[in-house]
């Protein structure tokens, strides 16, 4: 068992400012090579530094992989998992080429390569929408907040999270997803009526955000345990069933 | 959650003029290193709302919102005054806080005392989670080093570039205002940082000027707001008596805020020097 390492924060700094002058060059290459005296130990955070699951063509292992990150990394308290310097030197050093296989930069065009990089490889300003688009934070904040002890799987609602991308772009980042009792009862509900959701699941669970903000704006979510929210889905069921892919969420569609 | 822009379907105290009476709070914040408390002091005007809190039909409720550690919560309680424990690893920079009274349960036909005329006659079903009354809301800043707030370190650290030679640099993205010297610089600086007769000599030159960069920064745009310096010095600014008249987005209130934040550097820099030469003089006599 060794402590976490980390970059030092002007390093990051040193590593944004070679990128953006560099065009991305250096992550067009098999192997990084990182300053040794840049590296710091977080001697309250120990890791083995798992193996990841390589990303493949059909599947990129990204449930499986948040399981291996939040698995060894139970104990990090959410202050902790803030720390921008440590999933740069994981993105960096430890999982170097898994972040090649899982966000190949040489298909990115040329201009848009940069911000690229910053988005998966940084976290540029710390919010929860930049924590989300780190590759490794974002395994991690993912399994911290769909873990649920009390279930007899307690990845269930992890694995119902990374079938669809939409999930950790829109709902985890936005108001409602800061909410681990909403968003918990959201994949609760999902998982319960899979039916409903076996097909057009992106534009019915964006038609249940809507209806969810729309009720936000006078009722408190956090306020109401989640058999109460789920029962609130409820009553748009019919509605849902009807719902099919909309031309606007086609537009919002992202990468993967 | 941000209602006071919305209308919503029922009258709700504290919302325009829907209901007459108030609903107000004091809270106040202490930070440790273990935990954070929130001490909260409730006053309800409202004949309806205090009926339905001494049956414990409505709670008073107050939701805790920090954006860069995915905490959304909210607390229910139907006292008055209480006191509210969060641990301090799930808050980080600003936390937003709102307070409201919302239903506890179902009330069905609800009507409430005082209410605007324009809702005279009607009944509303209510649910339970629906805000009933609104006490605004607040923000404070939940610093990462909770210990150091008041010294330089909390929010200033000096390293070197990779050059012999060179001017100072400033860097503001990062969680502390990063002092930046050349490495012949920063090994002079090494060299004599053990030496607390010089701290006033550094805190007038070149801690001065950074702090002065900062400020000015923060002055100018929102690029540095969500890192740590800006948010601790920010909730600084507005807390402390001493900055009370003083705003850093008034340019020419800057060079007296940053002589408040170091404590006078330039009175301390020139007595400082001084008290070397006088050293120095007796050593010679």
């Known amino acids: 068992m060794s402590y976490q390492n980390l970059f030092r924060s002007t390093y990051v700094e040193k590593l944004k400012s070679n990128l953006k002058n560099n065009n991305g060059e250096a992550y067009l290459s098999s192997t990084f090579r990182h300053e040794e005296k840049e ?3 977080n001697t309250t955070i120990s890791t083995e530094y798992p193996e990841l699951i390589m990303p493949e063509a059909n599947n990129n292992h990204d449930f499986e992989n948040a399981k291996i990150i939040f698995d060894t990394y139970k104990e990090m308290t959410p202050v902790q998992a803030t720390d921008v310097r440590i999933w740069t030197y994981l993105t960096h050093v430890t999982y170097w080429e898994y972040m090649q296989k899982r966000r190949p930069v040489h298909e990115q065009q040329e ?3 940069v911000s690229y990089i910053l988005q998966h490889w940084f976290i540029e300003n710390l919010n929860s929408s930049n924590l989300m688009r780190n ?13 649920d002890q009390d ?5 269930e609602l992890t694995e119902e999270l990374f079938s669809m991308l939409d999930y950790t772009r829109h709902l985890l980042p936005g108001t409602q997803g800061r909410s681990r009792n909403f968003v918990q009862a959201l994949l609760e509900f999902v998982i319960e009526n899979k039916d409903i959701f076996k097909n057009y699941k992106e534009s019915k669970v964006r038609f249940l955000m809507r209806k969810a903000n729309y009720v936000s704006g006078y009722k408190n979510f956090p306020a109401i345990p989640k058999g109460t929210i789920k029962a609130i889905f409820r009553q748009y069921i019919n509605e849902i069933e009807k719902v099919q892919n909309s031309p606007e969420d086609d537009l919002l569609k992202e990468d993967t | 959650m941000k209602i006071n822009s919305l209308s919503l379907p029922h009258p709700v105290l504290g919302i325009e003029d829907d209901v007459r009476g108030s609903y107000t709070v004091d809270f106040q914040v202490e930070l440790d290193k273990e935990k954070i408390s929130f001490k909260v002091k409730q006053n309800v005007i409202n004949r309806t709302l205090k009926t339905l809190i001494d049956s414990k039909k409505a709670v008073f409720t107050i939701e805790v919102n920090c954006y860069q550690t995915f905490y959304r919560k909210s607390f229910l309680n139907s006292e008055e005054n209480y006191v509210i424990e969060i641990p301090s690893v799930h808050l980080r920079n600003k936390v ?18 005082e209410a605007n005329e324009d809702y005279s006659g009607y009944k509303f079903d209510i649910t339970k989670g629906d805000v009933l009354a609104y006490g605004g809301s607040t923000t404070f800043n939940a610093p990462k080093d909770w210990q150091a707030l008041m010294a330089v370190t909390s929010f200033m650290q000096i390293e070197e570039y990779d050059k012999p030679e060179g001017p ?19 090994k002079r600086y090494n060299e004599y940082k053990g030496a607390k007769n010089l701290y006033p000599i ?6 001065f000027a950074a702090l002065l960069h900062a400020l000015y920064n923060m002055n100018a745009s929102g690029e540095s707001a969500e890192t740590d310096w800006y948010q601790a010095l920010d909730d600084r600014l507005k807390t402390e ?5 003083l705003d850093v987005k008034q340019i020419e209130h800057i060079p007296e805020i940053a002589q408040k934040l170091l404590d006078n550097p330039i009175y301390r820099e020139l007595v400082g020097i001084k008290n070397i030469i006088e050293t120095a003089n007796q050593e010679g006599e």
């Open chain 1, 39 to 41: 590296v710091l130990e």
């Open chain 1, 111 to 113: 201009q848009k390569r």
């Open chain 1, 135 to 147: 590759d490794i934070s974002l395994l991690w904040w993912a399994a911290y907040l769909t873990y």
């Open chain 1, 151 to 155: 279930r007899e799987n307690p990845y």
């Open chain 2, 96 to 113: 937003v806080v709102y307070f409201y009274i919302t239903a506890a349960q179902d009330l069905p036909e609800y009507q409430i005392d």
């Open chain 2, 168 to 186: 100072l640099q400033f860097v503001l993205t990062q969680d502390k205002v990063v002092v930046q010297m050349s490495q012949n610089d920063y």
């Open chain 2, 202 to 207: 550094f805190h007038g030159s070149f801690v």
């Open chain 2, 241 to 245: 008596e001493r900055f009370k008249g």
